[in-house]
DNA sequence: GCCGTTTTCGGCCCGACTGTTTTCAGTCG
């Protein structure tokens, strides 16, 4: 049968739900809703897993759920699903998705009002709701009945869009604010929080903390920041929404405490579970305020993060790993990454010229001088020029291997008239990024590939091919020649415009490793691609990483940090990192093919 | 129903907010 992860994860949230209202032992609730946020965000098929018979490996899922969902496998069902799910109305699964309505009360409208059509349930509610048939029930009055009216209302709102930021939107309009509330005197430390402080891909709201002797100051400085509405305003903080829609929450604590705060909001909430579970083991209860002695009552706070995590014998975990993959378990051994930084990276090896070979995708704007004196800014040692390959619709096999040699010979006199001119000394590779064509054949052929160094080969069309096709194209494209080097931009996406391609990624990697390919983590903030979630899978199957910015102008290469996030994401130390290579070292691991 | 610094049994995260309630249940992050 076939079956998606998420609606997997949607039928085990149902079940859930509709054991909260059975009144089932709270304990099995949470293991359910556990089970479904683990298999939402598995990277891997879930029928893959029980093809491999590896259901087990999948956190969350024990012997019991392993069982019942390889029965839905094999017969499209499971008895005991199907049993829990027939106790209940399914006109309730819907309400669920409204804010504010929880099991409980999905079912106590849904049986009171007698609401029994799944698809109208909510226009239904809401009919219900302006008649006024909502107040009078037990348990509800005035006020939830308004509340459910606009509540609705969001959630229609929410049903058109679920619009977040790239990261450096966010980075932008954080950064302002930042500097907005530094002027006040008092402030000792701000910092970002939630999901912007562990740099993942897309950013809801911006959450900011304070440290301050005086929250009333910074309170009210921070609301006359400019902005459309002010959602909320405490003692401890306040909301804002800008002009742009969006919403920055700040929260505001005293220097002595401020470590607490900053490792509490910066989540992420798996994260936070499993700390606060270890910390039950050593009888201390974790909260936004410091750390409590269970048995004593006792509360000690912290001002830094570092305290914080050292008070439960631990070393300090980045924000980047705080996602409940292992590293509470591996912060315990011992064991953390020693994640890669900015400053390892020597080189960035996918960047596009303005040079004309008549590609068949977009030229850079940008001259190669004007990249090579940018790549001495951030010193770098070296760059890669990988302009897309020659249309090939628009081109003869000959006349491609003319460009291909006029290239190479362009480049070389640039480069040494550059070189005596300023006396600076990046060096760089001659490469190309050469389209995988949708049969798996590169688009370049071998004599036109006799006049680059390597090869990044990437997937820029045919992205909704099946994923047995699409997995075999790639195979066969890194297999084609072997001066292919690099996958680049793996997965194809596109943040919130795009899906990438479903390929198997462990067959994928597997050929990876046996010619020794990179994959790309493509650092342009619409991409971030290879994924951070399949950076941390690669790195279990042994691969390595190029992080490059694939810029289309000097400025691009300025991005370079947001595909280091997603290296560290990933677990990836500076070893796992081939641009992190001297110039010789890199060279020669490039040219292994050559 | 899951799972293990030691535990294969006996535990399982914490606090805020809201609205309905006279001490709490439900929902959320």
Same mark, same amino acid.
């Given at each position: 049968?076939?079956?998606?992860?998420?609606?997997?994860?949607?039928?085990?949230?149902?079940?859930?739900?509709?054991?909260?209202?059975?009144?089932?032992? =709270?304990?099995?609730?949470?293991?359910?809703?556990?089970?479904?946020?683990?298999?939402?965000?598995?990277?891997?098929?879930?029928?893959?897993? !029980?093809? *491999?018979?590896?259901? +087990?490996?999948?956190?969350?899922?024990?012997?019991?759920?392993?069982?019942?969902?390889?029965?839905?496998?094999?017969?499209?069902?499971?008895?005991?699903?199907?049993?829990?799910?027939? &106790?209940?109305?399914?006109?309730?699964?819907?309400?669920?998705?409204?804010?504010?309505?929880?099991?409980?009360?999905?079912?106590?409208?849904?049986?009171?009002?007698?609401? &029994?059509?799944?698809?109208?349930?909510?226009?239904?509610?809401?009919?219900?709701?302006?008649?006024?048939?909502?107040?009078?029930?037990?348990?509800?009055?005035?006020?939830?009945?308004?509340?459910?009216?606009?509540?609705?209302? $969001?959630?229609?709102?929410?049903?058109?869009?679920?619009? =977040?930021?790239?990261?450096?939107?966010?980075?932008?309009?954080?950064?302002?604010?930042?500097?907005? $509330?530094?002027?006040?005197?008092?402030?000792?430390?701000?910092?970002?929080?939630?999901?912007?402080? %562990?740099?993942?891909?897309?950013?809801? @709201?911006? @959450?900011?903390?304070?440290?301050?002797?005086?929250?009333?100051?910074?309170?009210?400085?921070?609301?006359?920041?400019?902005?459309?509405?002010?959602?909320?305003?405490?003692?401890?903080?306040?909301?804002?929404?800008?002009? *742009?829609? =969006?919403?920055?929450?700040?929260?505001?604590?005293?220097?002595?405490?401020?470590? #607490?705060?900053?490792?509490?909001?910066?989540?992420?909430?798996?994260?936070? $579970?499993?700390? =606060?579970?270890?910390?039950?083991?050593?009888?201390?209860?974790?909260?936004?305020?410091?750390?409590?002695?269970?048995?004593?009552?006792?509360? @000690?706070?912290?001002?830094?993060?570092?305290?914080?995590?050292?008070?439960?014998? /631990?070393?300090?975990?980045?924000?980047?790993?705080?996602?409940?993959?292992?590293?509470?378990? #591996?912060?315990?051994?011992?064991?953390?990454?020693?994640?890669?930084?900015?400053?390892?990276?020597?080189?960035?090896?996918?960047?596009?010229?303005?040079?004309?070979?008549?590609?068949?995708?977009?030229?850079?704007?940008?001259?190669?001088?004007?990249?090579?004196? %940018?790549?001495?800014?951030?010193?770098?040692?070296?760059?890669?020029?990988?302009?897309?390959?020659?249309?090939?619709? *628009?081109?003869?096999?000959?006349?491609?291997?003319?460009?291909?040699? +006029?290239?190479?010979?362009?480049?070389?006199?640039?480069?040494?008239?550059?070189?005596?001119?300023?006396?600076?000394?990046?060096?760089?590779?001659?490469?190309?990024?050469?389209?995988?064509?949708?049969?798996?054949?590169? #688009? /370049?052929?071998?004599? #036109?590939?006799?006049?680059?160094?390597?090869?990044?080969?990437?997937?820029?069309?045919?992205?909704?091919?099946?994923?047995?096709?699409?997995?075999?194209? $790639?195979?066969?494209?890194?297999?084609?020649?072997?001066?292919?080097?690099?996958?680049?931009?793996?997965?194809?996406?596109?943040?919130?415009?795009?899906?990438?391609?479903?390929?198997?990624?462990?067959?994928?990697?597997?050929?990876?490793?046996?010619?020794?390919?990179?994959?790309?983590?493509?650092?342009?903030?619409?991409?971030?691609?290879?994924?951070?979630?399949?950076?941390?899978?690669?790195?279990?199957?042994?691969?390595?990483?190029?992080?490059?910015?694939?810029?289309?102008?000097?400025?691009?290469? *300025?991005?370079?940090?947001?595909?280091?996030?997603?290296?560290?994401?990933?677990?990836?130390? &500076?070893?796992?990192?081939?641009?992190?290579?001297?110039?010789?070292?890199?060279?020669? !691991?490039? /040219?292994?093919?050559?």
């Amino acid at each position: 049968m076939k079956m998606t992860n998420l609606e997997l994860a949607e039928l085990l949230r149902r079940i859930a739900a509709a054991y909260e209202i059975l009144g089932e032992n =709270r304990f099995r609730i949470i293991a359910y809703t556990r089970a479904a946020d683990s298999i939402e965000h598995l990277t891997s098929e879930l029928k893959d897993y !029980w093809d *491999n018979k590896r259901l +087990r490996e999948i956190p969350g899922v024990g012997d019991m759920l392993a069982g019942h969902i390889d029965e839905m496998f094999r017969t499209g069902h499971s008895k005991h699903f199907d049993s829990v799910m027939a &106790k209940l109305p399914t006109s309730i699964y819907p309400l669920l998705l409204v804010p504010g309505i929880g099991p409980k009360k999905a079912y106590k409208l849904v049986t009171v009002l007698k609401l &029994k059509n799944e698809k109208t349930v909510i226009s239904d509610l809401e009919h219900a709701a302006k008649k006024h048939k909502i107040a009078p029930i037990e348990g509800f009055g005035e006020k939830s009945e308004e509340l459910i009216l606009s509540n609705i209302a $969001i959630y229609r709102k929410g049903q058109i869009k679920e619009n =977040r930021m790239t990261l450096p939107v966010a980075d932008g309009i954080a950064a302002d604010i930042i500097a907005f $509330i530094r002027r006040v005197p008092s402030v000792k430390r701000v910092d970002v929080l939630g999901s912007l402080r %562990r740099q993942v891909a897309t950013i809801g @709201d911006i @959450d900011i903390a304070v440290a301050t002797a005086n929250p009333k100051e910074v309170i009210a400085h921070f609301v006359a920041y400019p902005h459309q509405e002010i959602i909320e305003e405490g003692p401890t903080g306040a909301s804002l929404r800008l002009h *742009n829609g =969006r919403q920055v929450d700040l929260r505001v604590q005293k220097s002595g405490r401020y470590g #607490a705060m900053l490792q509490y909001f910066t989540g992420s909430k798996n994260h936070n $579970i499993a700390l =606060r579970s270890f910390a039950l083991s050593k009888g201390l209860s974790l909260s936004e305020y410091g750390i409590k002695h269970v048995r004593t009552g006792k509360i @000690d706070t912290y001002a830094t993060e570092e305290a914080f995590y050292n008070a439960l014998g /631990l070393p300090y975990i980045p924000p980047e790993l705080r996602e409940d993959k292992g590293e509470i378990q #591996a912060a315990i051994r011992g064991s953390l990454p020693k994640l890669v930084d900015i400053k390892d990276v020597m080189g960035d090896v996918h960047l596009h010229t303005d040079y004309n070979l008549e590609p068949s995708h977009d030229l850079g704007m940008d001259s190669f001088t004007a990249l090579l004196d %940018r790549a001495a800014e951030l010193h770098y040692e070296y760059i890669g020029l990988s302009d897309h390959n020659p249309s090939i619709t *628009n081109h003869s096999e000959k006349q491609i291997v003319a460009i291909m040699k +006029r290239r190479k010979e362009y480049y070389e006199q640039q480069y040494s008239s550059w070189e005596k001119k300023t006396h600076k000394r990046v060096k760089y590779v001659l490469m190309c990024e050469v389209d995988i064509l949708p049969d798996g054949k590169l #688009a /370049l052929s071998d004599a #036109a590939l006799e006049y680059v160094d390597a090869v990044i080969a990437s997937v820029h069309s045919s992205f909704t091919q099946e994923r047995r096709i699409v997995t075999k194209r $790639i195979v066969r494209a890194i297999e084609s020649n072997p001066k292919v080097r690099i996958l680049g931009h793996p997965t194809g996406r596109l943040l919130s415009k795009r899906e990438g391609i479903d390929a198997d990624w462990g067959e994928v990697f597997r050929a990876c490793k046996t010619h020794d390919i990179a994959l790309e983590i493509n650092s342009y903030p619409d991409r971030l691609d290879l994924p951070d979630t399949l950076v941390f899978d690669a790195i279990k199957s042994g691969l390595r990483f190029c992080i490059n910015t694939d810029s289309h102008a000097a400025d691009h290469m *300025n991005l370079m940090q947001y595909g280091v996030s997603v290296a560290r994401r990933g677990w990836a130390t &500076k070893d796992d990192i081939v641009n992190t290579l001297s110039y010789n070292k890199f060279k020669s !691991w490039l /040219l292994k093919g050559a």
